[in-house]
């Protein structure tokens, strides 16, 4: 979000990344930090998820500079508290898929849509909203989602102009299509999203023992 930018310092000297490539982006980290200025890649979301910092990390490390990474807010999880979503619903899945669907970037063929798709947990797809007509049918290759499945796409995730849309497996990327919504969106699939029944957590159960409550037997 560029209104981050505002926290800048007023001297700070700033660059797009977005259209400079990797051996630009090192040499500015590296020849700012060996200056003795404090250097920030400052990555979308959280930037262990779907970012660069493995490769700048290494190199970096290797001119003796050290990395420090600050976690921030990845998109899943600002899309479930806009949708007031719980991921791992007791009683419907206890499990979180996080993937991308296949393109130039390769996927191992283990980590397909479809074979994922056969544990029928919560699924998030980042970078991917371009190809959900795809998605959908591996999807339903797995032969546990259905058409009826829910289903949602979050446009731009906690920003000023967000768009939800809700659905199903049958309908979402046609509604995606309406909307005319092709980046900078997730994908969520479970029934997570529309529950239809789920368990109350053990841990708050009046019955329920466990290190901080002894629980009371009716």
């Known amino acids: 979000n560029p209104k981050n930018l505002d926290y800048a310092r007023k001297d700070a000297k700033l660059y797009d990344a977005a259209i400079i490539d990797r051996e630009k982006i090192y040499q500015i980290l590296r020849d700012s930090a060996k200056e003795g200025k404090l250097a920030i890649r400052f990555h979308d979301g959280d930037p262990a998820l779907f970012s660069t910092i493995r490769e700048q990390i290494d190199k970096l490390e290797a001119d003796g500079i050290k990395c420090n990474v600050v976690p921030g807010v990845t998109a899943i999880l600002g899309a479930a508290a806009d949708l007031n979503l719980e991921l791992t619903l007791p009683g419907v899945t206890q499990t979180l898929i996080v993937t991308r669907a296949e393109l130039r970037t390769p996927v191992p063929e283990r980590e397909s849509i479809a074979e994922l798709a056969k544990h ?21 290759k797995g032969g546990v989602y259905n058409e009826k499945t829910p ?15 809700k659905g199903t497996l049958g309908d979402i990327a046609r509604k995606t299509g309406e909307a005319k919504i092709i980046k900078t969106a997730l994908i969520i699939v479970g029934d997570v999203i529309a529950p239809t029944k789920y368990e ?10 466990h290190g901080y409550r002894k629980g009371i037997k009716e």
Do not use: C, Q
């Open 200 to 209: 109350y957590s053990k841990v708050y159960d009046p019955g329920f023992t």
């Open 120 to 140: 029928g947990a919560t699924m998030a797809f980042y970078l991917s909203v371009h190809l959900i007509g795809d998605v959908v049918r591996e999807l339903l």
């Open 151 to 165: 289903a949602a796409v979050v446009y731009r995730a906690t920003w000023d102009d967000e768009k939800i849309i």
